[in-house]
């Protein structure tokens, strides 16, 4: 190491104690404003503007700095974040209690996902008191170390968004008298540990938790090695250091590697972006906690065998406005074709329409057995605060347009609208049919890693939800560039999961669906394929949400039933977009058909986008139609960009740069502020448990 780099690297240090510093003052004086919050049960817990207040003045700050503004947002999003939670601990501590010990049961060992739960956990809830985490072989061996006062608490998984219901766990819940009294999510993020000096070329054989090698399947099979099950991923990571085989590897977090001085020879090597698994703390009994803080309350029950008795219950829970997030059944071994449910219901069991709701379900059920209502920490993000804001009057006097009067065609049996009711899209975390107008950005095609990349920063500073580019890319030209296929899709996956953007890509023939769908968070129907009906039908059998572009001549009927096909196989997540038709026009290169989104919203609940740049053809064109088509009411835009438009392979008449972005965006946001809608990930009076989103900065 060179005498500059040694210097640089010890300024690096000093600066990084000095944050470390900061943070912690940071959270001492959150601690106070909760003490301040505790003392006056009327203030509330969230202030959403003094935090969009201070979300905009370090987007200021950081781009008077030169630095990325998607980079100090995430940052905000997090420090934010650890403060609310901070804050929540204060609300329910005794200003005069003193430390004492506390003792956690827990399936696995140290470093597994169940013991940095806790650690997260308990960092928040209960600061200050020493935790001694007890490890146990099985989920029972856990609880029963609760059971027999040998722990205070045990933390079990319940649920993960890839493998699901933790069945076991359910069933200990049933036959014990404890409770639910708090919760925890932690994303999974496996990686690849070796022994020191090991490098992927020597790898022969993987060691982990089954699930967590199923979840990895893809990986593992390209790099060619025997999968071995262990009891889980920390005890894969242990017995390797104990082996000290070189040719062993194991599937495990980053931080057991690292605890265990093992190399991390591959990072992101799950087969899906996003893993969560949600955690249950269970103790011996309820436990109190401020009325001001979201809730959920988890219920045991069996129903009367009789017609429409479970209905029924789910009848009382709507009727009183009650969001019910989860409903499984279990059968009675003792009773057979009878059923136990286990729910899961946003609100308290005590007060509120929750507790009318449960009193009114008692005479239905043979049981009804609360589990617990505890603090709601998963999947908070659209409504951290349990109070709904209230329309104004203003909002009260706008009404929708009357819809066209068009005959229905009754071949259109899952695209048309029957009512009112419009259906919501997923992406990812992203949402297509809200009030959120969704911009769609990135270049034509993926042409190198660092083109793609450099255009994933550049979008997500200014606002994008999801990033597009093409790998497999249809051209009328065969000499034009055709993309780069398969290789394209990895690397777009990388960058979006770089820059937290959910991806769509263009999928050509029917045998590569399987395998984008797998990358891709959206798949695309180009303007060339939308009546490739053996596309359509196989885009209908796969779970991924498909944005199908209207054909260059096809009518609105035609772009419909082009819907219907991919709805009629099962797939109901399609988003439509208009991105021009031809005309005898010429001055651009296809005619944008604006009075297409109003007709297809009165024709159909599927959400409509708008494609400016395919339709112009001509960068100067791009914004003026992005806005008319907010002005008619599309749900969003999908729009061309490059980092570097003048060596782009395809189409750089059309592709925006940074600035156009940024002029684009802020000449968006009056026109969508008038119609009430809004391109933020959350609107703007409305809170998210992860920070401020810095779209737009």
Same mark, same amino acid.
């Given at each position: 190491?060179?005498?500059?780099?040694?210097?640089?690297?010890?300024?690096?240090?000093?600066?990084?104690?000095?944050?470390?510093?900061?943070?912690?003052?940071?959270?001492?004086? /959150?601690?106070?404003?909760?003490?301040?919050?505790?003392?006056?049960?009327?203030?509330?817990?969230?202030? =959403?503007?003094?935090?969009?207040?201070?979300?905009?003045?370090? *987007?200021?700050?950081?781009?008077?700095?030169?630095?990325?503004?998607?980079?100090? $947002?995430?940052? !905000?999003?997090?420090?934010?974040?650890?403060?609310?939670?901070? %804050?929540? *601990?204060?609300?329910?501590?005794?200003?005069?209690?003193?430390?004492?010990? !506390?003792?956690?049961?827990?399936?696995?060992?140290?470093?597994?996902?169940?013991?940095?739960?806790?650690?997260?956990?308990?960092?928040?809830?209960?600061?200050?008191?020493?935790?001694?985490?007890?490890?146990?072989?099985?989920?029972?061996?856990?609880?029963? *170390?609760? &059971?027999?006062?040998?722990?205070?608490?045990?933390?079990?998984?319940?649920?993960?968004?890839?493998?699901?219901?933790?069945?076991?766990?359910?069933?200990?819940?049933?036959?014990?008298?404890?409770?639910?009294?708090?919760?925890?999510?932690?994303?999974?993020?496996?990686?690849?540990?070796?022994?020191? $000096?090991?490098?992927?070329? %020597?790898?022969?054989?993987?060691?982990?938790?089954?699930?967590? &090698?199923?979840?990895?399947?893809?990986?593992?099979?390209? &790099?060619?090695?025997?999968?071995?099950?262990?009891?889980?991923?920390?005890?894969?990571?242990?017995?390797?250091?104990?082996?000290?085989?070189?040719?062993?590897?194991?599937?495990?977090?980053?931080?057991?590697?690292?605890?265990?001085?093992?190399?991390?020879?591959?990072?992101?090597?799950?087969?899906?972006?996003?893993?969560?698994?949600?955690?249950?703390?269970?103790?011996?009994?309820?436990?109190?906690?401020d009325d001001r803080l979201p809730a959920r309350t988890s219920i045991l029950l069996s129903v009367n065998h009789r017609h429409g008795a479970l209905a029924q219950c789910m009848q009382e829970l709507a009727e009183r406005g009650c969001n019910l997030s989860k409903l499984e059944s279990r059968p009675l071994p003792e009773a057979p074709w009878e059923y136990l449910f286990y729910m899961d219901v946003e609100g308290r069991a005590d007060q509120g329409p929750l507790a009318d709701a449960l009193e009114a379900m008692r005479p239905l059920t043979n049981r009804l057995q609360i589990l617990g209502t505890y603090p709601r920490r998963v999947g908070v993000a659209n409504d951290a605060v349990p109070m709904a804001t209230p329309r104004t009057a203003q909002e009260e006097k706008i009404e929708e347009p009357a819809a066209p009067v068009c005959k229905p065609n009754l071949n259109l049996k899952n695209v048309a609208r029957h009512d009112d009711t419009r259906t919501v899209v997923r992406?990812?975390?992203?949402? /297509?049919?809200?009030?959120?107008?969704?911009?769609?950005? $990135?270049?034509?095609?993926?042409?190198?890693?660092?083109?793609?990349?450099? =255009? *994933?920063?550049?979008?997500?500073?200014?606002?994008?939800?999801?990033?597009?580019?093409?790998a497999f890319k249809p051209r009328t030209s065969p000499y034009s560039f055709q993309g780069l296929g398969h290789e394209g899709v990895e690397i777009m996956q990388e960058a979006g999961r770089a820059y937290e953007l959910p991806i769509v890509t263009e999928v050509v023939r029917p045998e590569d669906v399987d395998q984008v769908a797998v990358l891709a968070d959206m798949l695309q129907v180009g303007a060339r394929n939308m009546q490739n009906f053996g596309l359509l039908s196989k885009l209908g059998t796969v779970q991924r949400p498909v944005l199908l572009k209207r054909g260059m001549s096809a009518t609105i009927e035609e772009l419909l039933l082009a819907a219907e096909y991919i709805m009629a196989g099962g797939n109901h997540r399609v988003v439509l977009c208009e991105r021009g038709i031809r005309t005898f026009e010429t001055s651009t290169r296809n005619t944008l058909d604006l009075s297409a989104i109003p007709v297809l919203k009165s024709r159909t609940h599927l959400p409509v986008i708008v494609d400016p740049s395919h339709a112009a053809g001509r960068k100067d064109l791009v914004a003026p139609l992005a806005l008319a088509a907010a002005a008619v009411g599309a749900d969003g835009v999908i729009v061309e960009c490059h980092p570097r438009p003048e060596e782009a392979l395809c189409d750089k008449e059309q592709a925006l740069v940074g600035d156009d972005l940024d002029r684009l965006v802020q000449a968006l946001r009056p026109i969508l502020e008038s119609q009430q809608r809004h391109m933020d990930s959350k609107a703007p009076n409305e809170p998210d448990d992860g920070g401020p989103c810095f779209n737009g900065f």
């Open positions: 190491m060179t005498p500059k780099l040694r210097s640089i690297r010890t300024e690096i240090d000093k600066i990084d104690e000095e944050l470390v510093r900061l943070l912690a003052e940071r959270m001492d004086a /959150i601690r106070a404003i909760g003490a301040c919050k505790r003392d006056d049960k009327d203030a509330a817990i969230l202030d =959403a503007p003094r935090e969009r207040a201070v979300a905009e003045a370090w *987007a200021k700050e950081a781009e008077a700095r030169g630095v990325s503004g998607y980079f100090v $947002g995430r940052v !905000l999003r997090e420090v934010l974040n650890w403060s609310r939670r901070n %804050q929540e *601990a204060t609300l329910g501590r005794d200003a005069e209690a003193t430390p004492k010990r !506390l003792r956690i049961a827990f399936q696995g060992t140290s470093g597994s996902y169940s013991e940095l739960t806790i650690r997260k956990l308990f960092q928040i809830r209960m600061p200050g008191e020493e935790v001694t985490r007890l490890g146990r072989h099985t989920f029972k061996d856990a609880m029963a *170390a609760l &059971l027999a006062g040998d722990a205070d608490y045990v933390l079990l998984p319940v649920e993960n968004t890839i493998a699901g219901t933790i069945n076991e766990v359910y069933s200990l819940l049933n036959e014990h008298p404890v409770a639910i009294v708090d919760e925890e999510a932690w994303e999974v993020e496996h990686v690849l540990a070796g022994l020191p $000096g090991a490098s992927l070329e %020597q790898i022969r054989t993987v060691r982990s938790q089954a699930v967590a &090698l199923q979840q990895c399947h893809r990986f593992l099979d390209e &790099l060619g090695c025997v999968a071995e099950a262990a009891a889980d991923t920390a005890a894969a990571a242990h017995d390797l250091k104990a082996e000290g085989d070189p040719t062993v590897a194991a599937v495990c977090s980053e931080e057991a590697a690292r605890d265990l001085g093992l190399d991390v020879l591959k990072r992101g090597i799950s087969d899906q972006r996003i893993n969560l698994t949600r955690f249950i703390l269970i103790g011996h009994k309820p436990e109190p906690f992406v990812g975390p992203v949402e /297509i049919g809200t009030s959120r107008f969704v911009l769609i950005a $990135g270049p034509c095609a993926v042409e190198s890693r660092k083109q793609i990349f450099d =255009a *994933a920063a550049m979008v997500k500073d200014r606002g994008a939800a999801i990033l597009r580019g093409g």
